[in-house]
C-alpha cells in the first residue's frame, strides 16, 4: 500500500513537474469558458425551460474536450516510460504490475478532477449574478459532475490501456481517441438509427450523452454508473496484463 | 559458500533466436563477478532476467535462492539494478528521485533520509542534490543510477556497464565504490573494459553467442590458456651463440630475438617454472649486460579475444 501511494504521489507531481499539464489547462478552462458563455448567452435570448448549468453540461463545447482529455492525458504514462527505458527501472523495483497501473490511472484520475475544479467558479458567478435558487438547482449540479468524473473515468482508462500497448505517445494518443470516439459516437448513432426499441434500449445504455443529460437533471440512474466504473475497471485490468505481457515473449 | 545467484541451463529465446543459450554459473555470496562478452553475447539479457525485466525461456535462475519468476518480488527487495542506458525521470530533482526510489524499495521514512545522504556521499553527488536530473552530465546521471542501485542497501547488485560514458577520474571513483562494496554485497558487473575487470573483479565470466566460454579467476585464466609462461630479457654484448646457450636453460621450448639497436631482445617460451634467475645466471657467467628480464603477463584483452575468437571460428 505504501509503494502505491509512494507511486501514485509522483505520478501526480510528474503532471505539474512539465509545462504541458499548464498548456493543457488553459485551453481546457478556455474552452469551458467558451461554453459556459454560449450556454448564458443563448439562455439569456430566452432558451427553453432549462437550468443553466444542465445546459452547461450537455452542450457540444462540453463535449468536444471531454473526447480528446482521457487518451491526452494518458498517453505519456506507459508510452514515455517504455521509450526513454525508466520502465526498466520500474518493473525491476519490488512493486507489482497492478500497483503501477493503479498508481497511473488514480494520478491521471486526480489531475483530471484537479483540471475541473476551476469550472465551480461558474456556479459561483452564477449565484454572485443574482441567480434565483429555483435555476441553481446544487444536487442535480454534484450529480453533473459525478458524470463528468464517471465518464472521464471510463475515458483514461481507454487512453492508459492504449498508452501500454505502444512507445509512441502520438500512437497512444491517436489510437485512444479512435478508442473513445468509437464508444462515445456508437452510442448516439445505435440510439437514434436502431429500428427495435430493444436495440435502441440497449444502445441508450452506452450513449454518454442521454446519461449526462439524466444526471444533469438531477436522475441518477445506477445502471450508468454500474456501466462506467465496471468497463474502466475491465480496461485497467487489461491494462495490468498487457504490462505483464512482456513476460509471456 | 552460500550461493548469491544460481543460474541453470538458463536459455531465453528472441523470436526463434538464442540471447542466452543454456547457460549454467553460480556467484558465492560477497563476490565480485565481471561479466564479460562482445555486443550482443547475452550480457544484458542475462542481467536482465536476473533482475526480473525479462522471463526467462526456460532453465531457471535463483537470486538469494528465490526464483526469479516465482518469488519475483524477493528477488527484486535484494537486488539493487543499474540497466545499460541508465534511465532516469529528467524532470525531477536529484535529491528527489533518489528519495522516490528508496521509498519504492521499501526503505522506511525514517532512514530514507540518512540513506540518501549516505549514497549520495558514496557516489560523489552531494553538491548537486538539488538539481535537475535531465539536466546533468553524462557521468552524473550514471552516478545517480549507481546511487538508485544502492540506495536500499541490496544484497545484490547488478551493474550493467557502469562506468560507460565516465570521465577517467569518475572511473576511478566508480571503481573505488564496487571494490567497497565487496565484503558485504555481492556484485555482478558487466563491462567492455578489460583492465577495469582485472582492478574490481575476483572471478571473470566471458560470455560469448549466449554461451559461458570461460569462469575462473584472471590468473588462472591466464595460465589455462597460455599452457606456459614468457620471459623476456634484454641483453647487449651477447653474440649469436647467445639464444643458442638460452635455449639450453631447462624448461625452455623456444627462443626469438629482435634487435632493438644495440641491445637484443629475447623471448623465451618455456614451462610453468619460473626460469629468470637462471637466465640471470647465464648473463652474469658470460658476461652479458642485463637491462630488463620480466614476465610477460598476457592481459585479459588476450584471453579474450582468444576465447571469443575459437569459439567464432569453431562455428
Not at chain 2, 78 to 91: A, F, H, N, Q
Not at chain 2, 101 to 126: H, I, P, Y
Not at chain 2, 170 to 199: D, G, W, Y
Amino acid at each position: 500500500m505504501n509503494v502505491f501511494f509512494t507511486l501514485w504521489r509522483r505520478e501526480i507531481a510528474a503532471y505539474f513537474l512539465s509545462p504541458i499539464a499548464y498548456v493543457f489547462m488553459i485551453f481546457f478552462l478556455l474552452i469551458m469558458g467558451l461554453n459556459f458563455f454560449g450556454v448564458v448567452q443563448a439562455l439569456a435570448e430566452g432558451g427553453g425551460n432549462i437550468q443553466v448549468m444542465q445546459a452547461f453540461f450537455t452542450w457540444i463545447f462540453f463535449w468536444i474536450p471531454m473526447l480528446v482529455v482521457g487518451p491526452l492525458l494518458t498517453m505519456r504514462l506507459f508510452a514515455e516510460e517504455k521509450r526513454s527505458g525508466t520502465i526498466e527501472m520500474l518493473m525491476t523495483a519490488p512493486v507489482s504490475d497492478t500497483a503501477v497501473v493503479l498508481a497511473k490511472y488514480f494520478g491521471a484520475l486526480v489531475f483530471f478532477v484537479i483540471t475541473w475544479l476551476p469550472t465551480l467558479a461558474y456556479v459561483a458567478i452564477l449565484k454572485a449574478c443574482g441567480a434565483a435558487d429555483v435555476t441553481l438547482d446544487y444536487s442535480s449540479i454534484l450529480t453533473g459532475y459525478l458524470c463528468t468524473l464517471l465518464v472521464g473515468a471510463l475515458y483514461l482508462a481507454i487512453g492508459l490501456f492504449c498508452s501500454a500497448m505502444t512507445k509512441n505517445q502520438i500512437i497512444a494518443m491517436i489510437m485512444g481517441f479512435v478508442l473513445v470516439c468509437g464508444v462515445f459516437f456508437a452510442g448516439i448513432i445505435f440510439s437514434f438509427i436502431s429500428r427495435s426499441d430493444s436495440a435502441r434500449d440497449i444502445a441508450t445504455m452506452f450513449c454518454s450523452v442521454q446519461h449526462m443529460m439524466d444526471f444533469a437533471r438531477g436522475s441518477v440512474d445506477t445502471r450508468p454508473v454500474v456501466f462506467y466504473v465496471s468497463s474502466s475497471a475491465l480496461l485497467l485490468f487489461a491494462t495490468v496484463k498487457l504490462v505483464e505481457a512482456r513476460k509471456w515473449k | 559458500m552460500e550461493n548469491m545467484i544460481e543460474v541453470k541451463n538458463l536459455t531465453k529465446r528472441f523470436a526463434g533466436c538464442a540471447a542466452v543459450n543454456d547457460v549454467s554459473f553460480t556467484v558465492a555470496k560477497g563476490e565480485v563477478v565481471g561479466f564479460l562478452g562482445p555486443n550482443g553475447a547475452g550480457k544484458s539479457t542475462t542481467m536482465r532476467i536476473l533482475s526480473c525485466y525479462l522471463p526467462a525461456s526456460g532453465g531457471e535462475a535463483k537470486v538469494a535462492g528465490f526464483d526469479v519468476f516465482r518469488h519475483s518480488l524477493e528477488v527484486r527487495r535484494r537486488i539493487g539494478y543499474l540497466p545499460e542506458s541508465t534511465p532516469l525521470y529528467p524532470e525531477m530533482r536529484v535529491d528527489e528521485y533518489l528519495s522516490y526510489r528508496a521509498a519504492l524499495k521499501g526503505v522506511g521514512s525514517r532512514r530514507r533520509r540518512a540513506r540518501v545522504d549516505e549514497v549520495k556521499e558514496l557516489c560523489g553527488l552531494t553538491d548537486v542534490g538539488r538539481r535537475i536530473v535531465g539536466q546533468l552530465s553524462k557521468g552524473y546521471k550514471q552516478r545517480v543510477g549507481m546511487a538508485d542501485a544502492l540506495v536500499h542497501d541490496p544484497e545484490l547488485v547488478i551493474l550493467d556497464e557502469p562506468t560507460i560514458g565516465l570521465d577517467p577520474n569518475q572511473i576511478r571513483q566508480v571503481r573505488e565504490v564496487i571494490r567497497n562494496l565487496a565484503p558485504k554485497h555481492t556484485v555482478l558487473l558487466s563491462t567492455h573494459i578489460l583492465p577495469e575487470v582485472e582492478m574490481t573483479c575476483q572471478r571473470v565470466l566471458i560470455i560469448n553467442r549466449g554461451k559461458i566460454v570461460a569462469s575462473d579467476t584472471p590468473d588462472k585464466l591466464r595460465t589455462r590458456l597460455q599452457g606456459g609462461r614468457e620471459i623476456v630479457a634484454e641483453l647487449r654484448g651477447a653474440g649469436a651463440d647467445a639464444a643458442q646457450a638460452l635455449q639450453q636453460l631447462p624448461g625452455v621450448s623456444k627462443v626469438t630475438t629482435e634487435p632493438d639497436g644495440e641491445w637484443t631482445r629475447y623471448i623465451l617460451e618455456c614451462g610453468a617454472e619460473d626460469i629468470r634467475p637462471l637466465v640471470f645466471a647465464a648473463a652474469a657467467k658470460s658476461g652479458w649486460t642485463l637491462r630488463e628480464l620480466r614476465q610477460e603477463k598476457q592481459s585479459l584483452e588476450d584471453i579474450f579475444v582468444a576465447l571469443t575468437r575459437t569459439e567464432q571460428e569453431a562455428k
